[in-house]
């Protein structure tokens, strides 16, 4: 498909939170604060597991990734929200609105299909640990992260190609705070039935079908968790997949609250606070996770912290 022209709207007024000045005044530190941590967490979190030997397990190969991800999910809708925030012209044009919705799509998709394949090193790690060196090799973990980065294209330049070659008519306020679907489709003065139902369709492949993988992969290893003899046992492969388990409930928790509740029961200003947690709040608790929860990660960074101190005393 072709880009075409043949649209009244030039560019999109990013609505965000314009209707609570005040707000605003608040939200910009706290986003800028956020923002930062979240960005410095995830370099460091790559930095550890780059640097360290002991942290080149498949595990933490795909948690480098995680992290790389959630830097460049983040940077595709905070710096623009950060400048919305500050400035009356809250426009951004044509084109890049679709570059970031098309991103965000990207972005998003490689994040569900990562998780997915965590949960299955996971599952191999707990229920077949004498098969993990040869199931989880080089090979097949490159593989996975081949599918991570590339499945995503398609459906997301589809999704953008598609929504942006609809006509646009009338105002050209977008009431969100970056350019995500729902709130740019109120804006085409055309039916969009068929479009919805591909958009439907893609969310089942693209978010459940991995959370169904998921599920399936944690019900298999909370089973053979329950089977184990010891206490202790139990307690260390538990905490071995906790730090995943509770990323992957924040956020697909907060992205089914944005995405799953019927269009009734919810208002444009509730849709933008729930989407900062998954946009927001969800890529800065990441790293904070793995670092409290893991205790090779933990040991990671003290190393790291004290090979720093001692090279600046000497």
Not at 13 to 26: D, Y
Not at 79 to 92: A, C, E, H, S
Not at 179 to 189: M, T, Y
Request: hydrophobic share 50%; proline share 5%; aromatic share 14%.
């Amino acid at each position: 498909m072709k880009w075409r022209n043949q649209t009244l709207v030039k560019e999109f007024i990013l609505v965000g939170f314009s209707s609570m000045p005040k707000g605003e005044l608040f939200l910009f530190p706290l986003l800028l604060v956020i923002y930062l941590a979240t960005v410095a967490g995830n370099i460091l979190i790559i930095f550890v597991i780059t640097v360290d030997a002991a942290l080149q397990s498949p595990m933490y190969f795909f948690l480098r990734n995680l992290a790389f991800i959630e830097i460049c999910f983040t940077l595709d809708t905070i710096p623009q929200m950060l400048i919305n925030l500050l400035v009356k012209d809250k426009t951004i044009s044509f084109v890049g609105c679709a570059i970031q919705m098309c991103c965000f799509f990207y972005f998003g998709c490689a994040e569900c299909i990562l998780l997915a394949a965590m949960s299955y090193d996971r599952y191999v790690a707990i229920c077949n640990p004498l098969h993990y060196a040869a199931v989880m090799n080089r090979t097949f973990c490159y593989k996975l992260l081949g599918g991570v980065w590339g499945v995503g294209i398609p459906f997301s330049l589809l999704q953008a190609v598609w929504i942006f070659n609809l006509p646009f008519c009338g105002h050209n306020k977008v009431n969100h705070f970056f350019c995500d679907s729902p709130p740019v489709l109120e804006l085409v003065c055309t039916d969009t039935y068929q479009f919805e139902m591909q958009a439907l369709a893609s969310t089942f492949v693209f978010l459940m079908f991995p959370f169904l993988l998921i599920l399936i992969s944690y019900i298999h290893i909370i089973t053979t968790i329950l089977k184990m003899p010891t206490v202790g046992g139990r307690r260390k492969a538990f905490s071995t997949c906790s730090s995943h388990l509770i990323v992957v409930t924040l956020f697909y928790g907060s992205a089914s609250l944005v995405y799953l509740r019927p269009k009734s029961n919810s208002s444009p200003e509730v849709k933008k606070i729930l989407s900062l947690f998954y946009t927001v709040v969800t890529p800065m608790l990441n790293p904070i996770i793995y670092a409290l929860r893991n205790n090779e990660v933990r040991e990671s960074l003290k190393r790291s912290l004290r090979w720093k101190f001692f090279s600046q005393t000497k």
